[in-house]
């Protein structure tokens, strides 16, 4: 991770952070009910060389307004970002518990219940959830969208590599994390997991996330 002060930084530096960066958080303060200069130079840099396909975030102090932290989140929404989280607004300093709440990384995800995969994520089991890339979705979604009995050669033919907890990862996915059950609430047919993430790597910074769209009720 890379921070720069966009007070002291030169727009070489912001130019070159935005175009090598895989995401990009920008925050301020208000000041006045405005962002300060340089900060709204470095937003105008932002719409006009960042990569829209790249998750953004904004964050901001202040007093009683906040109006630059809804100034970067509309320049930035109207701009064709997309927006990885809601704006965080901190009155002021951030105290102790808001700097736990988010320096904790959470990741939450629905399973079938007639998945024989949701009877093992109990709380407290660790697994690993693989980002599958654009182009290169296709195969693994056909072999793991439907219920699958955990056969002991569930993943033989694919090509793995492991988590620091030993997680089988798809070597051609587009990035992992490693995570570890805290919550499972039944919701309908599904179960709905809220996990405390372990640890993290990007296997393909120039990819893109598949994301797979329903047709119809059943899964595409
Ligand atoms: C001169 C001045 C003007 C400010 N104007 C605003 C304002 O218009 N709206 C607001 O919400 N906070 C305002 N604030 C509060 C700041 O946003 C707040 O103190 C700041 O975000 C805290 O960050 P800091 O650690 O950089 O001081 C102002 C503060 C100062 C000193």
């Known amino acids: 991770m890379e921070s720069l002060n966009c007070e002291h930084a030169s727009s070489e530096q912001v130019v070159k952070a935005i175009h090598s960066c895989g995401g990009l958080l920008i925050g301020?303060?208000?000041?006045g009910g405005h962002a300060p200069t340089p900060i709204v130079s470095a937003l105008g840099t932002v719409l006009a060389e960042g990569d829209r396909s790249r998750p953004v975030g904004?964050?901001?102090?202040?007093g009683w307004s906040g109006e630059a932290i809804d100034l970067l989140a509309s320049k930035l929404r109207d701009g064709c970002f997309r927006l990885a989280f809601d704006p965080i607004r901190i009155q002021f300093s951030p105290d102790p518990g808001r700097l736990e709440q988010l320096e904790e990384q959470g990741a939450s995800l629905s399973v079938?219940?007639?998945?024989?995969?949701?009877?093992?994520?109990?709380?407290?089991?660790?697994?690993a959830l693989n980002l599958l890339a654009l182009g290169r979705e296709t195969?693994?979604?056909?072999?793991?969208?439907?219920?699958?009995?955990l056969s002991p050669g569930l993943l033989d033919g694919l090509d793995l590599q492991e988590s620091p907890a030993g997680q089988p990862l798809l070597s051609d996915a587009l990035a992992w994390l490693e995570a570890r059950v805290s919550k499972k609430v039944a919701c309908g047919d599904h179960w709905l997991l809220v996990a405390e993430v372990l640890a993290g790597g990007v296997l393909d910074a120039d990819g893109i996330t598949a994301v797979p769209q329903r047709r119809s009720g059943q899964p595409a």
Do not use: K, M, N
């Not at 301020?28 to 000041?31: N, R, V």
């Not at 079938?112 to 697994?127: H, I, N, T």
């Not at 195969?139 to 009995?149: G, I």
């Open 58 to 62: 904004v964050f901001g102090s202040f």
């Open 28 to 31: 301020s303060p208000t000041l």
């Open 112 to 127: 079938a219940r007639d998945q024989p995969l949701a009877g093992e994520l109990e709380v407290g089991e660790a697994f």
């Open 139 to 149: 195969q693994h979604l056909r072999s793991f969208q439907r219920p699958l009995p």
